[in-house]
């Protein structure tokens, strides 16, 4: 009886604001050099935090998530990813490079206008691809200074003094190639605004996250990449910062009065990597049978911050102001903001597919779900890494799960319909009628 | 020619047998040392360490056979190597080792070692966080102090301590190694090099394989022969090979059957293994740190330059080459992200290049004809 409505259902009352402060964020990177400012670009991963010690007139452009926008814009995409593959630049390589490789190459903005070549780039390297796409970035521009981290320490739960001070001594080299580069002043208290506010962004992402776990789900996976979307691109802003703090009472209200993300749930499940971007419509698909995403490791973790709390259960990591420690120096900033950005969930996968698969059994059990969804996603090596390890993880602890094949910003690797074949299959296999129907 | 033929089989038998029956070797080493066998998945692993340790490094490479037991384990969409090395290991084939560890490197064959580690019995693994920013001020400091911690690790493993003497004397023999290599591959730069690209393959790949004390000693015969012989081939046009990992001994075999010779190779499995030695200066852990992190560099290492463009060009203008054959394992992003700038920079330098993806079989008979275009390609230049 997937159509009846058990729930009551609302829309979210931020969701404007959501829409206004992402399509901001893209106006202010390509009107910064009219500002007098300046643009930076590197990846939702990198510690964004850092270039604001150069002012409050600096922006970013993060490239996954630009990508992601171009990918949501199939014919823009494909011609993208035509121009990409003409400058010879390999098909199978990740789809959100390609996609902002042929943003550049068409010299076309997919917010308006013309590419705005950013002044420096600041990168982090966490895959085979981080900081060689911006190697091509920069041959594309014909030269554009390049700064890149490695944060490839190994896994959290190995963490020890050493790891953290190879990557805080790259954050003080970072800093004066900055100065070098900009020939700006850096400006301590700028970077310890910016490193409090990301810590709040990613601890109440985590939150917001958490309140998932109440049945009905306040939030469904297809509108939470809407919301989490700020986080990869600004997680350092006070803007994104007191946002998630608005969305997260919002959230907490929900669960409060009991209303649901959809009216009918009684599935829940989670998807893993990037979803297909040009066919999100899937999860409106999964809905029909009365099923809900509820997240995944992927929105979960790649903004949120989290850590074991004394029941034992996951949530948010209690920031370093909630512990209580002032923040005084550059240094102890650069110190805080490793350990906390290498406590990252996503970014244990890397290191070994069984931590992957412990986080998800975690998730699966305490977001009470009744089964798993895998993207094999050709278009990211670095989130499908592991993934088979994953499915045989999964399916061992005794989750039902789904694996299909696709390309989060290459339509041409996502077959749709059979898709949607698969998921007639796996919902039947879950006791689940399309709309009801018998 | 029949003596000469009698030669080249004697010359090169020895290294042949060793990659042939890499097994067998490793088990009668285990026999008669009483030592342990560490199964390694890329050249960033600091053998000297294991070495001093007592341990026999070994590279776990593929069988180019087709195989399919890896689909459960690896998404299709990462490298042919990846799996055909998981395939070796799934099908008992490296029953012999006793350890496995991994200098991180690429993602590709990181699931190589993750999944055997989950699925092949074994008494120790260890996954050693090599920095890839080596282009830092900060990565050897970093190296040096994961290496402490892995020879902790080793140390407990073995129940033994490894002495600053045994770390010296790795070092001297795995720089030995490097350096007779280097002298066998300097005889390449010679007009008329008096061994094949199959034959220096030979040669580096069984040095992945064996003891390097064994290898040395067979290194210096081979030097000894190698300075009286006479090559049995017009040597043809002067060959590099690139890219990605190469042991496709039957793709180089096939290539020199027409009338060309590869001369150098730019390979994990070549000239990178070998090319740098451990400068000895101080702390031991730290010299040998230095020397992981500033060796010539795969790919996925290699940023924010582009060193190995530099690198690969100035090869080439040391060995005379003509032309360069670019390969890629399918689907390895760290090369193909570097194979536009560095086919650019070979073709600006007057090399011309002919690009082929290799999976764990290649179509021998189509890449026989697009070499053999190729090579028309170049000696019309010549003609010309």
């Known amino acids: 009886m997937a159509d009846k409505a058990k729930y009551k259902t609302a829309p979210l009352k931020c969701w404007k604001k959501a829409k206004e402060l992402r399509l901001k964020y893209y106006e202010d990177y390509a009107k910064a050099h009219e500002r007098g400012g300046l643009r930076w670009a590197g990846g939702a991963w990198s510690f964004s935090a850092i270039p604001s010690g150069l002012g409050e007139d600096v922006w970013s452009l993060t490239s996954e998530p630009y990508a992601a926008s171009i990918a949501f814009d199939k014919d823009f995409s494909l011609r993208c990813l035509e121009a990409a593959e003409k400058a010879s630049y390999a098909r199978d390589l990740c789809a959100y490079m390609r996609n902002y490789w042929g943003s550049i190459i068409l010299n076309e903005y997919a917010f308006g206008g013309p590419f705005p070549k950013p002044d420096f780039i600041w990168q982090d390297h966490i895959c085979c691809s981080h900081a060689k796409w911006y190697q091509v970035v920069s041959d594309l521009e014909g030269g554009i200074p390049h700064f890149c981290m490695d944060v490839s320490v190994g896994p959290y739960n190995e963490m020890a003094p050493h790891k953290i001070d190879y990557l805080v001594g790259q954050m003080h080299d970072g800093i004066e190639w900055l100065e070098e580069t900009t020939g700006r002043i850096y400006d301590d208290d700028l970077l310890i605004e910016a490193v409090k506010n990301e810590f709040r962004t990613t601890s109440t992402w985590a939150e917001i996250c958490s309140y998932n776990k109440h049945v009905p789900a306040p939030l469904d996976e297809k509108s939470m990449y809407s919301l989490y979307v700020l986080g990869t691109l600004n997680k350092h802003d006070r803007q994104v910062a007191e946002f998630y703090q608005e969305l997260r009472d919002e959230v907490k209200e929900r669960v409060e009065q009991g209303i649901a993300a959809i009216p009918n749930e009684q599935c829940r499940l989670m998807s893993d990597t990037q979803p297909p971007w040009g066919f999100l419509s899937i999860f409106r698909y999964m809905e029909e049978f009365g099923a809900i995403s509820i997240g995944s490791l992927y929105t979960f973790g790649l903004i949120g911050i989290w850590e074991d709390k004394p029941d034992g259960s996951w949530g948010p990591r209690a920031t370093p102001m909630q512990q209580g420690i002032d923040i005084k120096d550059r240094d102890q900033a650069l110190r805080l903001y490793a350990d906390w950005t290498l406590s990252k969930p996503e970014w244990q996968h890397f290191y070994s597919p069984h931590l992957k698969t412990e986080m998800m059994i975690r998730i699966a059990r305490e977001w009470q779900l009744n089964g798993i969804l895998l993207h094999y996603n050709r278009g990211c090596e670095g989130l499908s890494v592991g993934i088979a390890e994953n499915r045989l993880g999964l399916i061992e602890a005794g989750f039902p799960v789904m694996a299909f094949e696709g390309n989060m910003g290459d339509e041409r690797e996502f077959d749709e319909a059979r898709v949607k074949v698969r998921f007639d299959t796996f919902m039947e296999t879950l006791g689940l009628k399309k709309n009801g129907k018998s | ?384």
């Open chain 2, 1 to 384: 020619m029949a003596s000469q033929a009698v030669l080249d089989q004697e010359t090169f038998e020895t290294f042949r047998n060793w990659r042939l029956n890499r097994a067998q070797y490793a088990k009668e080493w285990k026999q008669r040392t009483g030592g342990r066998v560490m199964g390694y998945f890329c050249t960033y692993a600091p053998e000297e360490l294991m070495y001093a340790a007592g341990i026999l490094p070994v590279r776990i490479l593929g069988s180019h056979e087709v195989q399919d037991v890896t689909e459960p384990h690896i998404f299709a969409m990462f490298c042919p190597f990846c799996r055909d090395c998981l395939a070796q290991g799934l099908k008992g084939r490296f029953d012999y080792l006793d350890g496995i560890m991994i200098a991180q490197s690429c993602l590709h064959i990181r699931q190589t070692f993750t999944s055997w580690q989950k699925h092949i019995p074994i008494d120790y693994s260890y996954y050693l966080p090599m920095p890839h920013h080596v282009q830092s001020r900060r990565a050897t400091p970093f190296l040096t102090k994961e290496l402490e911690v892995f020879k902790d690790s080793l140390e407990k493993w073995l129940g033994k301590t490894i002495d600053e003497r045994a770390i010296d004397d790795a070092i001297e023999v795995y720089n030995r190694n490097r350096r007779l290599l280097w002298r066998v591959y300097e005889l390449r730069k010679g007009d008329r090099p008096p061994l094949t690209g199959e034959e220096a393959m030979e040669v580096v790949l069984s040095s992945q394989m064996v003891d390097k004390q064994d290898h040395n000693a067979a290194l210096e015969g081979l030097l000894a022969q190698l300075s009286k012989r006479e090559p049995a081939r017009p040597t043809g046009t002067r060959l590099m090979i690139l890219g990605s990992e190469n042991d496709d001994m039957e793709f180089i075999r096939m290539v020199e059957s027409f009338d060309a010779t590869f001369v150098i190779d730019d390979h994990c499995t070549g000239t990178r293994y070998f090319w740098n030695d451990v400068e000895l200066d101080g702390n031991r852990l730290h010299n040998i740190a230095d020397r992981y992190v500033k060796r010539v560099p795969c790919p996925t290492k290699d940023w924010p330059e582009r060193t190995r463009v530099r690198h690969v060009l100035e090869l080439a203008e040391a060995y005379g080459v003509q032309g360069a054959i670019v390969i890629q394992q399918k689907f390895c992003d760290p090369h193909e992200l570097d194979i536009p700038a560095l086919t650019r920079a070979l073709n600006n330098a007057g090399i011309k290049t002919l690009f082929l993806e290799f999976d764990v079989t290649v179509p021998i008979g189509q890449f026989k004809v697009r070499v053999e275009a190729f090579l028309e390609m170049l000696q019309e230049d010549d003609l010309f």
